[in-house]
């Protein structure tokens, strides 16, 4: 049944919108209780409120660790309406019933982010009060509503006028939902910094993250799939932050792909350019200018181009916009876009132009990726950085000229974002011809041959990246057979000595990373 609201308590850290919440409740006749710096706020507004220590009889001690855990407090919260033997134990024991709790919680995220403050300063911010309050009050939803966002102040004012009162069954136990998720946000932050402290880049025991819906989407994968994007509650970047200047809105694949697009072209460098189809590269470049880099990215494979996300590291100028209309493009990802480019593509109305915070382009990227695997969570640290090439262990006795030793970089670092089994060949400037996601290496090695004969893009002389170890040296052969004169991989076959073998006895360069780049 609806509840009409007679008395609250209100004990927030956010006292944003508090004193019109508490002015608006004491306009509906609402007797308001406020503990500490909320009833001097409060007070000093000119509203009429009892402290929790006028409420209790007893002070707020112990540097104000205890306040609000009393049976004044959590039984005038707790008790059931329903139960007779609830209200005549309340009456006995002086105990008023609290009919809504506004709670919001110790900044404990913004403190444990703050290199100045001490460990047990951080301690400090960890609230005890407040997430018992939102637990009694949600617990008892069915007789208390339960405020934890300053957001929802007005339409609580609003639906008790429309309820002579009242807040519906329905609103508090939507109140209640909402809740319980703000403790369990608030004390997987606790833990994760614990986590932090315990065991400093170690696998926690329990992974425990929280994300807020940021938005629903059309559809998944699939139409049939419903989706939706999520934030996380404390994120890290600001990727998310993402501005859509123009077109449709983006899909469950088009965020996947940016994402995907963003981090190679990150890779790659300023002014590079990134083509991604289906989170794989079909052309990337990194030229004097992102026009040639885009002219260059797109020449490798312009078929599977067709309906792509293309990435730039740098800004689109009306010459690259041009450029990029022929043929259909998803979403164009760069770090801004000259107002003669955004005229250019205006008529192009669902062709979706995104921009990122310029640090997101700048900062170092770590931390963690999971992948769910039914009721499992895989967990790994991210593939992050290339020290390997910093110095290549050149493993037959042809040496790379500098445009080679170029090629080798640019192809190992695109080879890394591609799906294994995967193959890039590329020159100095981007890529000749790609393979990827093929369960024989030896098929990546013939499709990307393949490819950049189709496009009639010059093999000969280029250089072959390979994101894992060649298992035999047929793959190898194929290459060189066509044109290829340098291969880096990470060797660690059992073959490779046969391997490396054959790339002496074919004349080529072949260059051992000891590390490789596997994306299954």
Not at 284 to 303: G, H, L, M, Q, Y
Request: some cysteine; glycine content about 8%.
């Amino acid at each position: 049944m609806n509840r009409k609201v007679l008395r609250a308590l209100i004990s927030v850290t956010d006292k944003n919108g508090v004193v019109d919440f508490a002015r608006g409740l004491t306009d509906r006749g609402v007797q308001i209780i406020a503990s500490g710096g909320t009833a001097r706020a409060i007070r000093d507004a000119g509203i009429e409120v009892t402290g929790i220590s006028d409420l209790t009889g007893f002070p707020e001690c112990m540097d104000g660790r205890v306040k609000t855990l009393h049976p004044k407090v959590h039984g005038g919260i707790l008790a059931d309406r329903t139960k007779k033997d609830h209200l005549e134990q309340a009456a006995e024991l002086g105990i008023g019933l609290i009919d809504l709790v506004a709670v919001n919680l110790y900044r404990f995220r913004e403190a444990a982010s703050n290199p100045s403050l001490s460990e047990l300063d951080i301690v400090e911010q960890i609230d005890i009060g407040g997430p018992t309050l939102i637990r009694s009050a949600a617990k008892n939803h069915d007789s208390v509503s339960i405020v934890t966002d300053p957001s929802d102040y007005t339409d609580i004012l609003e639906e008790m006028d429309a309820n002579e009162g009242c807040v519906t069954d329905q609103t508090r136990r939507k109140l209640s939902s909402k809740a319980f998720h703000h403790t369990a946000s608030y004390d997987s932050a606790i833990s994760a910094w614990f986590d932090g402290i315990e065991a400093p880049g170690e696998m926690p025991d329990q992974r425990i993250s929280v994300y807020r819906k940021s938005r629903s989407l059309r559809y998944g994968e699939n139409p049939h799939q419903k989706a939706a994007l999520y934030i996380e509650e404390s994120p890290v970047g600001s990727f998310h932050l993402f501005e859509q200047h123009q077109g449709k809105e983006l899909s469950f694949n088009n965020i996947q792909d940016m994402w995907a697009a963003y981090l190679l072209a990150r890779d790659l460098g300023n002014n590079a350019c990134a083509i991604l189809k289906h989170m794989n590269p079909c052309g990337a470049a990194v030229c004097d200018t992102v026009w040639e880099s885009f002219i260059r990215a797109r020449k490798t494979d312009p078929v599977s181009a067709f309906g792509s996300v293309i990435s730039v590291n740098g800004i689109v100028d009306e010459e690259l916009a041009v450029a990029s209309k022929e043929g259909f493009v998803e979403v164009i990802l760069a770090r801004g876009f000259t107002d003669g480019a955004l005229e250019a593509l205006k008529k192009k109305k669902n062709l979706r132009l995104i921009t990122l915070p310029e640090q997101e382009w700048e900062r170092e990227i770590s931390g963690r990726v999971s992948r769910e695997a039914g009721p499992m969570l895989l967990v790994q640290d991210r593939d992050t950085g290339f020290p390997e090439i910093e110095s290549l262990d050149i493993v037959t006795s042809r040496k790379p000229s500098p445009e080679e030793e170029k090629a080798m970089r640019l192809s190992w670092k695109v080879v890394k974002h591609m799906k294994s089994n995967g193959i890039v060949i590329c020159d100095s400037l981007g890529t000749v011809g790609v393979g990827a996601g093929q369960m024989s290496r030896v098929d990546s090695c013939r499709i990307a041959v393949e490819k950049a004969r189709i496009e009639n893009m010059t093999i000969e002389g280029a250089t072959a990246g390979s994101d894992a170890f060649f298992p035999f040296p047929d793959g190898v052969e194929t290459l060189v057979e066509a044109g290829v004169r340098c291969i880096i991989q990470p060797g660690g076959s059992i073959r490779d000595d046969e391997v490396i073998a054959a790339a002496e006895k074919l004349g080529i360069t072949m260059a051992i990373t000891g590390r490789r780049h596997f994306r299954h």
